[in-house]
């Protein structure tokens, strides 16, 4: 292939884009059937900026060492202090780099975790979570420049905070950036050089997070009559009609990907996990602290030295031993690891849901999982509570009971889910072939573009 075009849709998911709303997406389906689709199994945990991440790097998250849009900054020798990720944290190469390296063309457009950029011989707009503002967003700098006479505005990474808008507001505003990132993709796709293009629309996931109850039968919160029941369907709608523009415009021996990092699946509510810890006694709260309704949990609010862990996360909950000789203030001892990790899988997989029935609530371990460069920072337990039907809240305490759907940035009504799409519409497969990995991405590019691929990439080639 003399081009690769990658447009990417976050948190796309197959049991709508491959099943219910196939036959209102044309170009969806012509890919389709011109090529091979399947399930993409993403990361664990299936976080954007992890999921990205892999795809883009072809490693896992044990080796490019992102979990979480936080994590832990150990240098700061604060115990438990939390700080919000940002591109200078992957050190390995992107694909659009590899692909520059060997003299040829590159794009990136709005790829999470690409804030601030890394400067390449190649073009990239950040991504989410960045800031305009703060930072430098485009590269090389005359980008900037084109991209404010393109759109006669402001550019806009991301619609921050979304979860405070009207489900009105959210309409709009999300369609506004999602139209503006697809103007300056169509714009680039003509204007420059390219061999690899890889864009990400990340309203979808947005839309996914704010509008999923009224298009699911299954969900507790499902209303059959609201204005907003074929809100989600028709942004999707929306990107397939935009998306058959883009491939009106590419050459007719562009490969075409199209993929999601990962999917999403309806959240009934949440599981406060650190209320859980403080009454477990796992984490323990200085003693002149009263928490008489719900507030966020800062770090300086912990007894760190009678505190053995303290967890993370929204959608999987992530816990972290406070380990001695790797943790500030660190309690448990290395002999007494294990047994702490096998008691809380223990534990936490007899939590029920609030209705009083058993969850289907998933384990994974460090251990057996998180094993590479990069693993001395993975959480020490990743869980998915009910199979991530259920999230976890671990930014808020003093919940009146051990469930409830809000977090300290707000609610959900839908979650990440392990498996997103994959089409890529020319290939010796043909149709549906099951499933393929996350990791598989990266090879594949590099591969359909004869270009060598590193020795340290364990995905496989797709078709």
Request: glycine share 8%; aromatic share 10%.
């Amino acid at each position: 292939m003399k081009k690769v075009f990658v447009f990417g849709i976050d948190g796309a998911m197959p049991e709508k884009v491959f099943g219910e709303w196939l036959d209102e997406l044309p170009n969806i389906k012509k890919l389709m059937k011109q090529g091979c689709y399947a399930k993409l199994n993403s990361t664990i945990p299936p976080v954007s900026v992890t999921a990205w991440t892999s795809m883009t790097t072809g490693k896992n998250p044990a080796e490019h060492g992102i979990f979480e849009y936080l994590y832990r900054n150990r240098e700061s020798h604060i115990p438990g202090k939390m700080d919000l990720t940002s591109s200078f944290r992957v050190k390995d190469k992107r694909i659009w780099e590899i692909v520059a390296e060997e003299g040829r063309k590159a794009i990136s457009c709005f790829v999470p975790l690409t804030w601030p950029v890394k400067p390449y011989d190649g073009i990239l707009i950040s991504g989410a979570p960045g800031l305009v503002e703060k930072g430098r967003f485009a590269h090389p700098i005359e980008i900037k420049n084109e991209i404010k006479e393109i759109l006669g505005e402001d550019f806009k990474i991301d619609i921050r905070f979304f979860r405070g808008l009207t489900k009105k507001d959210i309409v709009k505003k999300i369609k506004k950036v999602t139209q503006m990132h697809l103007d300056i993709i169509k714009y680039l796709i003509k204007n420059k050089e390219w061999t690899l293009f890889f864009g990400v629309i990340t309203g979808s996931d947005r839309m996914n997070h704010s509008f999923w109850k009224y298009c699911d039968e299954k969900h507790r919160k499902y209303d059959s009559n609201s204005i907003f029941k074929n809100t989600l369907k028709d942004y999707y709608k929306f990107l397939d009609k935009e998306l058959g523009k883009i491939i009106n415009m590419l050459d007719e021996d562009t490969l075409i990907i199209v993929s999601s990092d990962h999917g999403f699946t309806r959240m009934h509510t949440r599981v406060n996990l650190s209320d859980w810890l403080i009454k477990e006694g796992y984490l323990v709260l200085k003693k002149n602290l009263k928490i008489t309704s719900p507030t966020r949990l800062e770090h300086k609010m912990v007894n760190w030295k009678k505190s053995k862990v303290f967890a993370n996360g929204a959608y999987d909950g992530q816990i972290f031993i406070n380990l001695k000789g790797r943790d500030p203030s660190g309690i448990v001892k290395s002999v007494e690891y294990d047994k702490l990790i096998n008691e809380l899988e223990e534990k936490i997989k007899k939590i029920l849901g609030d209705d009083g029935k058993i969850l289907n609530t998933k384990i994974f371990k460090k251990k057996d999982y998180f094993g590479g460069k990069c693993g001395d920072v993975a959480p020490d337990i990743v869980i998915y509570f009910d199979d991530l039907e259920y999230g976890a809240n671990t930014s808020l305490i003093g919940n009146p009971t051990l469930w409830s759907p809000q977090t300290a940035i707000g609610s959900d009504d839908a979650g990440h889910s392990r498996q997103g799409i994959f089409i890529m519409n020319k290939s010796e497969k043909k149709g549906n072939i099951g499933e393929v990995d996350i990791l598989d991405v990266a090879p594949t590019i590099l591969k359909k573009l004869n270009i060598k691929i590193p020795e340290d990439f364990k995905g496989k080639v797709i078709g």
